[in-house]
């Protein structure tokens, strides 16, 4: 069974400071990565997807892989208190048909 | 693009009777649709797996009796909650997928009184 660990948070965070969210995973294996971002009472909405080693921006997020450490990080600049939310990271699971296995989530607070 | 939508948004039905919650892919074909529910202040669990055309996977401590999935067409999966009970009072979310990325429906939010 993969795992994906997160730190729970909160992480807090001053408004227009760079916030950093990491997950780590632990098959080796895994190629593809996703960052979803979750409002309170909401459903996920997905805001980063991930395949190679090293960065890709997008606006203001910049997912960072690093595949030989197994750590997907996820970079926020200039946070804006709307960006307020929890973030969680995903990988396929071994269970095919596209099924993800999530973390728990790290809850980002921007003041 | 990858727009998925579920009604109702919110219900709230009466302990024994039924709910039917709709997802649809609105701008894409989905192969595999997912339910999930969500507790307050929990993480996201995985119910079942829809494949069109096919018998969804339910995980493990699902009732399948109790969750009917229908995966009709590419764009349309239900779930039925049957016999509701107020330990069913939770928010349930459908995605789809394209390709290998999950797009969320908003989520229906069931109250079993």
């Known amino acids: 069974q993969k795992e994906v660990e997160q730190n729970s948070g909160p992480l807090s965070v001053p408004e227009g400071a760079i916030a950093s969210l990491n997950c780590t995973y632990s098959d080796r294996g895994s190629q593809s990565f996703f960052w979803y971002r979750q409002y309170s009472g909401k459903s996920p909405e997905l805001i980063m997807s991930i395949y190679s080693n090293g960065d890709k921006e997008d606006g203001r997020f910049t997912a960072q892989l690093n595949k030989a450490s197994q750590y997907v990080s996820l970079l926020i600049r200039d946070s804006q208190p709307s960006d307020s939310a929890t973030y969680l990271c995903a990988v396929p699971s071994n269970s095919g048909y596209s099924t993800l296995t999530f973390g728990k989530g790290t809850m980002l607070l921007v003041s | 693009g990858a727009v998925v939508s579920q009604h109702p948004s919110r219900v709230i039905c009466k302990s024994g009777t039924s709910v039917k919650i709709e997802c649809r892919s609105l701008d894409f074909q989905a192969t595999t649709m997912f339910w999930y529910r969500q507790f307050p202040k929990k993480s996201l669990m995985l119910m079942a797996t829809s494949n069109e055309g096919s018998k969804a996977t339910y995980e493990q401590g699902v009732e399948k009796d109790k969750f009917l999935i229908n995966h009709a067409s590419l764009t349309l999966s239900t779930l039925t909650v049957t016999s509701a009970h107020p330990e069913d009072s939770s928010f349930y979310i459908c995605?789809?997928?394209?390709?290998?990325?999950?797009?969320f429906g908003p989520g229906t939010r069931l109250t079993v009184t």
């Open positions: 995605s789809a997928s394209r390709t290998d990325e999950q797009y």
